[in-house]
């Protein structure tokens, strides 16, 4: 509860037991992430405006591979 980071994230990820990194990715979710780190941390701040908000959680989708996810925003 406390933390400062919460993820709620549904979808599969396809491993690829030969090589981890070209495991595929397709999921959905919620993105919390509190004041205090993105001050710290406003980069991050910057990154995130491109993402829907709903009370106070970041609506995204990660697709892509373990080696190469793509953040986008959540459909």
Same mark, same amino acid.
């Given at each position: 509860?406390?933390? *400062?980071?919460? /993820? ?16 595929? #990715?397709?999921?959905?979710?919620e #993105? ?13 701040? #910057?990154? #995130? ?19 190469? *996810?793509?953040?986008?925003? /959540?459909?």
């Amino acid at each position: 509860e406390r933390s *400062p980071i919460k /993820a709620d994230l549904s979808g599969s990820i396809n491993l690829n037991n030969r090589n981890m990194k070209k495991s595929a #990715l397709n999921l959905r979710g919620e #993105l919390f992430i509190n004041d205090k780190f993105l001050e710290k941390y406003s980069i991050v701040g #910057l990154y #995130l405006k491109q993402f829907d908000k709903k009370d106070k959680y970041y609506q995204i989708q990660i697709n892509g591979t373990l080696g190469g *996810p793509k953040f986008t925003k /959540a459909r």
